[in-house]
């Protein structure tokens, strides 16, 4: 089984300051790990996944995200908050990607981020 | 590449009417999968297919909710009778070995 827990359903940072977006996982099997962004009204845009390979992963819009298996996280950071930043942000997991295409998505209940002046 | 298409992008109806949303998902992914989006919440998985056998519907409500993909590529998700708690965003995307894409979603409200 597999799931999902993002600490801190709100954060609030300066713009300009640094982003921090907690994300613990549990899963049986090696996980597939992602980040994704929601803008209001819109749809689930994917931020950056860790499958194998560098446990530092780097994304879009200058965000990264460090897969620790020890500590069961993928925290993802950004060193500058900008205001375009502020959105409804998801981390989901997976299990691995099999000959159709990848497992279901299992999501956290997401972290909205608030970035002021 | 065209990404996944759904429509409609909003619906309005009232509790215990039907109602039927539509995806089609990028040209050539096996895999498609609908979401439900509570206001608040994560998404959720409904269904998932694989071209057009189904995966994991192990969280549809199937008293009231249905879902085909007939030739394995489009597929419709029904609603029927509607609850108000069925008031969400219902996202459909669609896999291959390379990635996943997400749908812009159709919001439903159920009055």
């Known amino acids: 089984a597999q799931s999902v827990t993002q600490l801190g359903s709100h954060v609030s940072v300066s713009e300009g300051a640094l982003v921090l977006l907690r994300c613990n996982y549990s899963?049986?099997?090696?996980?597939?790990l992602f980040w994704y962004v929601q803008y209001p009204n819109q749809g689930l845009q994917l931020l950056l996944k860790y499958t194998t390979g560098a446990t530092l992963v780097k994304g879009i819009n200058g965000f990264e995200a460090e897969f620790k298996k020890s500590e069961t996280s993928f925290h993802l950071t950004k060193p500058s908050a900008h205001m375009s930043d502020a959105a409804e942000y998801f981390c989901a997991v997976s299990g691995a990607v099999f000959s159709g295409g990848y497992n279901k998505l299992i999501f956290g209940a997401g972290t909205r981020l608030a970035v002021h002046p | 590449e065209a990404g996944v298409a759904q429509s409609p992008r909003y619906k309005i109806i009232e509790k215990r009417q039907s109602v039927a949303f539509w995806c089609n998902p990028i040209s050539g992914h096996a895999t498609l999968y609908w979401y439900q989006q509570i206001l608040g919440q994560g998404p959720k998985l409904l269904i998932q297919f694989q071209n057009n056998g189904v995966v994991d519907d192990s969280q549809l409500p199937k008293d009231r909710f249905s879902a085909e993909r007939l030739k394995g590529v489009d597929s419709t998700l029904k609603i029927q009778p509607a609850k108000l708690e069925d008031s969400a965003v219902y996202l459909c995307?669609?896999?291959?070995?390379?990635?996943?894409?997400f749908g812009s979603g159709t919001r439903l409200t159920v009055v």
């Open positions: 995307a669609s896999s291959s070995r390379v990635g996943y894409t």
């Open positions: 899963s049986s099997v090696p996980p597939y």
